[in-house]
């Protein structure tokens, strides 16, 4: 799995209840372009603990 698409699958789970509530889609794409932009920093190893935090399988 590429770390878009773990960003695209975490950015999905955090706008889940009882997470958070999405508003709009707007909302959604900017966590994912947050996301995308952040994991380009991190190790695979770093962003599987943040996806297990949200309950998503790498």
Known sequence: MTKDQLALKIS???HK???ARIDTLNAYLNTYKCLCNYFKEL??????GIA???????
Do not use: F, H, K, T
């Not at 190790?43 to 599987?48: H, K, L, R, V």
């Not at 935090?53 to 790498?58: L, S």
């Open 52 to 58: 297990s935090r949200y309950g998503v399988n790498v």
């Open 43 to 48: 190790s695979m190893e770093d962003i599987a």
């Open 17 to 19: 209840p009882p997470n």
């Open 12 to 14: 999905l789970a955090m």
